[in-house]
C-alpha cells in the first residue's frame, strides 16, 4: 500500500520557518511529479509547490522568493522549505504524487495532511 508520511507542522509566529518533509513508500518516488498543496479553513484547496521529476520546480505567486520545494530521490522525500511565514500561510498542508501513464490513466497519492499556524 503507498504511503506519503507529511511531518513538520506546527505552531512558528510570523518571519518564522518552518520544513516540512513527505516521505514515500511503495512507489517508485523518482518518477513522480511531487506536489505540496494546502488548505485554509473555508477554502479550497491549492497547489503551493511541485518539483518534477528531473527537479524542475513550480510555485504559487504567493510563496515565491519564500518557499523552496526539493526532493530526495535517495531518501523517496520531499521537503517544503517555508521562510518568513505570514498569517495567511496558515493551513493543513497535503503532499501528493502524481504519475501520468496517458491521457486515460494516472497514479495519485495524497498524505493525511500536517497543520501548519503562523500567529504570534
Known amino acids: 500500500q503507498v504511503q506519503l508520511v507529511e511531518s513538520g507542522g506546527g505552531l512558528v509566529q510570523p518571519g518564522g520557518f518552518l520544513r516540512l518533509s513527505c516521505a514515500a513508500s511503495r512507489i517508485n518516488f523518482r518518477i513522480y511529479i511531487m506536489t505540496w498543496y494546502r488548505q485554509a479553513p473555508g477554502k479550497q484547496r491549492e497547489l503551493v509547490a511541485s518539483i518534477t521529476s528531473g527537479g524542475s520546480t513550480n510555485y504559487t505567486d504567493s510563496v515565491k522568493g519564500r518557499f523552496t520545494i526539493s526532493r530526495d530521490n535517495a531518501k523517496n522525500t520531499v521537503y517544503l522549505q517555508m521562510n518568513s511565514l505570514k498569517s495567511e500561510d496558515t493551513a493543513v498542508y497535503y503532499c501528493?504524487?502524481?504519475?501520468?501513464?496517458?491521457?486515460?490513466?494516472?497514479?495519485?497519492?495524497w498524505g493525511q495532511g500536517t497543520q501548519v499556524t503562523v500567529s504570534s
Open positions: 501528493n504524487a502524481a504519475f501520468v501513464v496517458s491521457a486515460s490513466q494516472e497514479y495519485n497519492y
